[in-house]
């Protein structure tokens, strides 16, 4: 555990912990939250900030690390990452996909049902992007707390989007 190995009891509400809050990480980002533990939610699948350019909140993460990793993108500098070519094929390997509702994109997404659909998945040869997803999340929750300061107290969960905190009875 964090304590054992770092020293530190993240049940205190000291220190936020990031959980991908779709499919299989729910349960453990509950019971984390159960504990104690201050949670920074990542729900790709809900609304993005900016809903006139992007379908989800997946595909807005991804644009707008992509937008700060651009060295003649808007930020003048660009934002280092590890030498992990691993990581580097998980974050190329989206693409954008655009339909009817023109210029509001989403992403290629990680699995379908449809056999056919091009998926990230069958782009990294069956490998799930976790590296990529970790890096997105992450920068993007890193961000929010920069942009909006999170609350310090245990049980605060922090959903994407604009003053959207909600504070869990523990």
């Known amino acids: 555990t964090a304590k054992q190995k770092h020293g530190v009891d993240l049940t205190k509400g000291e220190h936020p912990v990031f959980g991908d809050y779709d499919g299989l990480g729910a349960g453990v980002c509950d019971r984390l939250r159960e504990i104690g533990v201050r949670m920074i939610e ?3 699948g809900i609304a993005a900030d900016d809903s006139t350019a992007y379908g989800n ?6 644009g707008l690390l992509g937008a700060r990793l651009d060295p003649a ?7 280092a990452l590890p030498n992990d070519l691993e990581l580097l094929d998980e974050l190329v390997a989206p693409e954008k996909v655009f339909g009817s509702n023109w210029p509001k994109f989403k992403i290629t997404p990680k699995d379908s049902n449809d056999q056919n659909e091009l998926t990230v998945r069958k782009k990294l040869g069956g490998r799930s992007p976790d590296k990529g997803d970790s890096v ?7 961000s929010t707390m920069i ?7 245990p049980g605060v969960v922090i959903v994407p989007g604009s003053d959207r905190f909600k504070q869990i009875e523990s």
């Open 57 to 62: 909140y997946r595909a807005e993460s991804y």
């Open 147 to 153: 942009a909006k300061p999170v609350p310090k107290s």
């Open 42 to 44: 990542h729900r790709g």
């Open 136 to 142: 997105v999340y992450l920068w993007r929750a890193v």
């Open 73 to 79: 993108g808007p930020y003048g500098t660009t934002w």
